[in-house]
């Protein structure tokens, strides 16, 4: 006798529980909002009591979905939805299978937005709730994750939950302190984490079906182009480094200016050259986002200051390059100026096409929703970047007000919401319907 997913609802009732789940995604983002480590700000900070609390939140409403939910050794926080066990007259798969894994991260940077990493999450949770209320039986199962520190505030290391994924943790990692001082090993245990277990978080390939980012863009591309959402192709490759200016601290009143060893001069003179050097190589973006200064008092010449520089662009070979020559542009300004320059660290990251399969399934829900599939590239950084090396990945972006992100006037539209839940939920039940078992049909509910 051939297996039956359960008879799907109707469109009128999947209409209205795509609107109810929309409605309730944007008020668990407040929610989340409210999960903060600064009050009057969105900051919610690897391994800290804003972050117990948000997991406490996500997890309530997961268990209450009928998903199981659990914390893994890096503290990526994870539900999922097994297919019925055999017995269930809904059966379609045992539950072995290869999952498909929806979701994001939910750490944010200090006074962020409401919507950066935690809507892809929650899209995941909702995504999962709809499948239960229409009595829809996948023969996959349904991962919803809360990665942890994507952003790397704490830590001055992003993608840490999703690189434990992949078993990409440095040993240095975990000796990292925070500025208090905490190791991050410190800083994961107290969390309820295991440094010393993070070897049991690596998925396998065969673990993964496939898996789908959903994001807001970050950007005003899909705005300009009046999309709802976007098809992400892949994700720029990025050069991130540490440097250090170091010449004499000096009396602000005694010290001539042509006896000066001024590290923040230096700084700011490669600052200015970093920025034209950028101008000139298309695609290229360069930033300088933090800057130390010692002993940073009001009547002494800077004798040390340590940059932040970050460097991004669609080509490899670009991009590099371009790192190569701000490095020696730096060395070169602390020659001409009599001051020492170290290069402190540096990490590469290459850029990442995501999966073609994927994404065409994503462009063929959104064709079938009735949307016009807009394609582009990420600017931005996410934990998909580091799995689409190992797992088939995709990104759905959404469209945000002005493409404002990292700042707490991020926003995202209701209706945009909702029409995300439709196309992935399109997607999921298509994928269902092709990777079920012969013999087997899988129903597709529509909503």
Known sequence: MTNHAATPATDARGSQFVAEAARQVMRRCDQLADCTDRPGEVCRLFCSPAMQSAHTLVRSWIEATGMSCRLDAAGNLIGRLDPPKAGDHRAVQNEQAAALIIGSHLDTVVNGGKYDGALGVLLGLA?????????????????????????????????????????????????RPDAEGVPLADALRTFRGDPDRLAECVLRPEDVLALVEPHIEQGPTLEDRSLPLGVVTGAVGHSRASLEFVGRAGHAGTVPMQSRRDALCAAAQFIVELEQLAAGVAGLVATVGRVEVLPNVANVIPGEVRLRLDLRHAEDRDRLAAFRKAIERAGEIARQRGLEFNLLWEQQQESVQFDAACSGRLEQAIVAAGLTPGRLSSGAGHDAVILARHFPTAMLFLRCAGGISHHPDEAVSEADVATALEVLWRFVTDLAASTAPDGVQVARTKI
């Open 127 to 175: 995504l999962a709730e709809i499948a239960v209320k229409t009595d829809t039986a996948l023969p996959f199962p349904l991962v919803v994750i809360g990665f942890c520190e994507e952003e790397g505030v704490r830590y001055q290391e992003p993608y840490f939950g999703s690189r434990a994924l992949v078993g990409d943790i440095p040993d240095a990692w975990l000796r």
